[in-house]
């Protein structure tokens, strides 16, 4: 699911998960949030109580963005539409989004597949 607005706004965000909650009526709802102000736990508290404590919020970690799947999306999302399109009003925007959308739910979607080794060690010279 997807939305495009103007802004980027509470009541927005508010707007959007109520459309979630419509979309999916029965279940576990899992939501994945960087720590955005509007992320915030205490916001929701009164929202998932009216839909029945489905949703269970989990947080990535502080300046951890490159552990959030969403962002691979959002990378191949920029690379093949936003990239080298050219739209003349925010509704073609929106709608080569929400293609992209349709078109990933239809053809392309599958779990991600991450996985991280770590760094190297560093010693800064100094003995182990």
Same mark, same amino acid.
């Given at each position: 699911?997807?939305?495009?607005?103007?802004?980027?706004?509470?009541?927005?965000?508010?707007?959007?998960?109520?459309?979630? #909650?419509?979309?999916?009526?029965?279940?576990?709802?899992?939501?994945?949030?960087?720590?955005?102000?509007?992320?915030?736990?205490?916001?929701?508290?009164?929202?998932?109580?009216?839909?029945?404590?489905?949703?269970?919020?989990?947080?990535?970690?502080?300046?951890?963005?490159?552990?959030?799947?969403?962002?691979?999306?959002?990378?191949?999302?920029?690379?093949?539409?936003?990239?080298?399109?050219?739209?003349?009003?925010?509704?073609?925007? #929106?709608?080569?989004?929400?293609?992209?959308?349709?078109?990933?739910?239809?053809?392309?979607?599958?779990?991600?597949?991450?996985?991280?080794?770590?760094?190297?060690?560093?010693?800064?010279?100094?003995?182990?």
């Amino acid at each position: 699911m997807g939305h495009c607005g103007p802004r980027r706004t509470a009541a927005d965000l508010l707007a959007f998960m109520e459309e979630v #909650a419509v979309a999916y009526p029965h279940g576990h709802i899992h939501v994945i949030w960087d720590n955005l102000n509007i992320h915030r736990p205490e916001r929701w508290v009164a929202f998932n109580q009216r839909h029945g404590q489905r949703l269970h919020f989990h947080y990535t970690p502080l300046h951890a963005s490159w552990v959030n799947q969403i962002e691979c999306w959002f990378s191949m999302l920029s690379r093949r539409v936003l990239r080298h399109g050219s739209f003349r009003h925010q509704t073609e925007l #929106a709608a080569a989004v929400s293609d992209f959308i349709s078109y990933w739910n239809a053809q392309e979607a599958q779990p991600f597949r991450w996985t991280f080794t770590g760094y190297p060690l560093q010693t800064d010279g100094l003995a182990a």
